[in-house]
Every structure is written in structure tokens, then in C-alpha cells.
């Protein structure tokens, strides 16, 4: 018996030894998970993990940030994912600042002060439809986030969709702690669309990273130096010389340039047709982009309404363009993530490879499908009557986005630099066309090795009306804008 009750005590104690090494193993492992904050992503695009350029910017920030997240603790079953997503993510940033960033999470309803102060950052109340004990109630809640820095702030006022959350909190971190904002300006003049009316929209998604100004192209003036990028957003008149001259030495001067514009110009009333002679196309061919004066269909397209003397329809336009995930460039980071887009009557764009040089770079951004073909004189633009070519041959796909970047060469020179515009004699009636200033002269650039230039056979594509019912529409453009103006780091 002595031998059993021995063996007993033995196992006794082993089995004590091992209670007390996974109790001491559990308290390690809760330290360190207290400090240490991972996600395991097994999506295949990594869509639930920081991009590197994220955590490359979090941990080159010169200074704490304070990220606050007025997030009410009690909020409806339908928003415990928002929640829950917010807080991994968050939680992310935090710990890939290695100490640049803290995050804070505050309940206004808990707290006057915590309201007071939410409502002071511009956060506001919301009213969240509640069902309890098969009663319904309207509660009120928040889901803000302020990013702090210093004097400045960058409000989140409303999370709601957390798929775009890391750029809106990237954009907003990289605000408040640049020194230099970009500038960005929109063209104006040329029957161009303008951004307190067509383009009010995206011009407001600008506003929250960029300066963003007009340029009156029409003045004869230079873009002004401190311009980062320029966005031509469809022109509808001949540029005179001295207009595109200074778009041409924008770029020599290693500006960026988005140029949105089609070949055609459609009048939505009665679906007229006509060419457009802009002079866009002859700067674009110097820099080595066939503009073509065309439409582009496609049978991936979106539907369109009509109306006839009786009837109003709905129908499949293959005018308007519809761009799928497999029509953006998937090496190229501007647009690789994107799941489609829709342009609205596009023309199609070429590369002259010809007239590249080793030093520039070019690469289709989108592209429509296989089974797309173009009119390039005859222009039918009824639904009813629009067939896809009988023939395969006849089909195929059209580039209508694409980017330019390193050498470009000017379309002028010291001999052809265009004066300013004509000025009217004191009697009237009589020009006189003043030569180009000394300071023209000592300014002009014949090339540059840092030129940047996108672009997409399209200005409709991210007028008001298309970004309200085509949202990703904003996306690419906000992309495209990023790419030029911020050296790719909130792509």
C-alpha cells in the first residue's frame, strides 16, 4: 500500500507541476496579447491588413497623434461589425506606429464633457432604430473619429463604410501632420466643366487632402509655381497657342497633368454628335498619345433611360461603358484594388511608342473588354438600333485611361513661344500682338525627366450626376489624383 499511496502523491504532484505551468503560460501569453495586437488575414487580397505605405507613414510620423473614436459602447446588432472592424483596425494602426499614434475610445453617452466635446468637433448625434423586448425605440449614439495633431484636426463625422476606413484615416493622419499641403487646380475656361457646379463633388472629396483652387487658362498667364497638379476636365473649345503653351510648360516644368476629355462632344437633349477640335489632341501626340475622335461601345455597359413621345425605357447602352475588375491594370497600384468603373461616352487612346524615349514610362490604367468596337464617323447613338459588329475581328478591346511618366519633350521652342493674348487698341477694332517677355523666354523649358500625365478618354465620368449613381466612379478619380499629387502613398 505504501508503494500506491507513493505513486499517488507522485502523480499528485505532477499534476500539480503541470496546473501551475499553464497557469504561468496563460499569464504570459495575456501579458504579451495585452501588448501586442494581431490579425491573421486569410482574404487573398489582404483586404483586413495595413498597406505597407500605411505602416511606412505611421511610423515616420514626426510626432504623436491622437485618434479619438466617439463610439457609443451600446449600439444596435446591426453596427456590433462596424464596431468590431473599427476597433481591429484601430487597433492596427496603433500598435504599426510603434508609439506614433494613440487611439482613444470615448462613449459621448456616458459622458456630458465626452458629448460636449463631440459636438464640438463637429460629430454628430445619431438616431439608431432599436427593437427590445419586442418593443421599438429610438436611442441616440455616435460613431465619429477626430485625428488630432497639434492646432489641427481631421473629423471621420460618421464610419460607415470601414472598407475605405484605412484611407480615410490615412488621408486625415497625413493632413494634420504635413507641413506643405499639395495645390491642386482644376482648369477653367473653354467651356471646361467647373467644380462649383459639375464637378462640386469630387472637388469636395479633394478638399479634404488637397488646396484646391481654379486656373483661368484664358488670361495668358503661366500656371502659377506653386501648383502641384492641374486637372483638365474637359474642354469644349480650340485652345489658342498661348493657352496650350502654358499647359505645356506646366509639365515641363515637372507638374502633374490629368487631362479628362473625350473626342466627341454629345448633346444629351436630342444625342447630337460633333468632333472636337481642342488642340488637347495635338499637345497629347507631342507627348506621345494618339487622342482619337471616336465613341466607344462595349457589351459590358450600364443601362440608361429614354424617352419617346409615349414612353420612358430603360435599356443596355453600350455607350456607357462599363469597366469590370479585369479591365484595370492589375500591376499597377492606382487601380489594381478597383472593381469597376463606368464612362459614359469615351473616346479610346493610343501610346505612340514611337516617339517615347527610354526614360519614359507607359502603362495602361483601364481598358475596356474584348468584345468592344468603336464609331468613328458614323455615329448611331439610339439604343434600339446599336449592334455589336457581326464579325470577331471587328471587336476588340480600347485602352481609356493610361499614364506617362519621366521624359517628355515640349511642343515649342524658344522661336515658336506664343505671346500673350491679343490686346485691343485705344481706338478699338485693331489687335496688337505683343512678342513674348524677356521672362518667357528665360523660363521656357524644352523637356523634363519628371513630367507626370494621366490620361482618360472621359470627362463625364465624375460629373455630379455620374458619381451619384456610379460611386466607384469618385474612387478612381480620387486615385488618379492621388497619384499625381502624393507620390502614390494613399493609393
Known amino acids: 500500500m505504501s508503494i500506491f499511496a ?12 503541470a496546473t501551475v505551468i499553464v497557469v504561468i503560460i496563460s499569464l504570459v501569453l495575456n501579458i504579451f496579447s495585452a501588448q501586442l495586437f494581431a490579425r491573421w488575414d486569410a482574404t487573398a487580397d489582404k483586404n483586413y491588413s495595413l498597406s505597407q505605405t500605411t505602416k511606412d507613414m505611421l511610423k515616420s510620423l514626426p510626432d504623436v497623434v491622437n485618434v479619438k473614436a466617439y463610439f457609443t459602447a451600446n449600439l444596435p446588432g446591426y453596427l456590433v461589425n462596424t464596431n468590431r472592424d473599427v476597433r481591429d483596425l484601430l487597433g492596427e494602426i496603433e500598435t504599426s506606429s510603434s508609439g506614433n499614434v494613440l487611439v482613444t475610445y470615448l462613449d459621448p453617452n456616458k459622458d456630458e464633457k465626452v458629448e460636449q466635446e463631440a459636438r464640438g468637433l463637429g460629430i454628430p448625434t445619431l438616431q439608431f432604430n432599436v427593437v427590445e423586448k419586442d418593443q421599438y425605440q429610438v436611442t441616440n449614439g455616435y460613431l465619429g473619429i477626430a485625428v488630432l495633431y497639434g492646432n489641427s484636426k481631421e473629423i471621420i463625422p460618421l464610419v460607415q463604410d470601414t472598407s475605405s476606413l484605412e484611407y480615410d484615416i490615412a488621408a486625415a493622419i497625413s493632413k494634420v501632420t504635413r507641413e506643405d499641403v499639395p495645390k491642386i487646380a482644376f482648369l477653367k475656361g473653354r467651356k471646361a466643366f467647373t467644380r462649383d457646379a459639375d464637378l462640386s463633388q469630387v472637388a469636395q472629396l479633394l478638399e479634404r487632402q488637397y488646396d484646391v483652387r481654379d486656373y483661368d487658362v484664358t488670361t495668358g498667364d503661366l500656371v502659377p509655381d506653386d501648383i502641384n497638379t492641374l486637372i483638365i476636365p474637359g474642354v469644349r473649345e480650340t485652345l489658342t497657342k498661348r493657352e496650350q503653351y502654358s499647359i505645356d510648360q506646366f509639365l515641363m516644368r515637372g507638374g502633374a497633368v490629368l487631362i479628362l476629355q473625350e473626342g466627341v462632344d454629345i448633346n444629351p437633349t436630342d444625342l447630337s454628335v460633333n468632333k472636337l477640335n481642342t488642340g488637347i489632341d495635338e499637345l497629347l501626340a507631342k507627348w506621345g498619345i494618339r487622342f482619337n475622335k471616336n465613341l466607344v461601345l462595349d457589351v459590358s455597359s450600364e443601362l440608361a433611360g429614354f ?9 443596355p447602352y453600350p455607350l456607357w461603358v462599363k469597366v469590370p475588375k479585369g479591365g484595370f491594370n492589375p500591376e499597377s497600384g492606382i487601380v489594381n484594388k478597383l472593381e469597376n468603373a463606368v464612362f459614359t461616352w469615351a473616346s479610346s487612346i493610343e501610346v505612340l511608342k514611337e516617339r517615347l524615349t527610354d526614360k519614359t514610362t507607359a502603362i495602361d490604367l483601364a481598358r475596356t473588354t474584348a468584345q468592344s468596337w468603336t464609331q468613328d464617323d458614323i455615329f448611331e447613338m439610339n439604343p434600339q438600333k446599336i449592334k455589336p459588329p457581326a ?28 505671346p500673350p493674348n491679343p490686346l485691343l487698341s485705344k481706338g478699338g477694332g485693331t489687335k496688337t500682338v505683343p512678342k513674348p517677355s524677356a521672362d518667357d523666354i528665360k523660363k521656357f523649358l524644352a523637356s523634363t525627366e519628371k513630367g507626370r500625365l494621366i490620361v482618360v478618354g472621359d470627362a463625364d465620368f465624375m460629373v ?14 480620387q486615385n488618379l489624383v492621388d497619384a499625381l499629387s502624393s507620390d502614390d502613398k494613399l493609393i
Do not use: H, Y
Not at 507513493?6 to 507541476?17: E, G, H, I, P, V
Open 464 to 477: 455630379n450626376d455620374n458619381l451619384k449613381r456610379f460611386q466607384s466612379n469618385a474612387v478612381l478619380f
Open 6 to 17: 507513493s505513486q499517488r502523491q507522485l502523480n499528485k504532484a505532477n499534476s500539480l507541476t
Open 391 to 418: 464579325k470577331a475581328e471587328d471587336r476588340k478591346s480600347s485602352v481609356i485611361a493610361t499614364m506617362l511618366s519621366g521624359k517628355f519633350e515640349s511642343m515649342f521652342s524658344k522661336d515658336t513661344i506664343p
Open 307 to 315: 424617352r419617346t413621345d409615349t414612353t420612358q425605357f430603360f435599356a
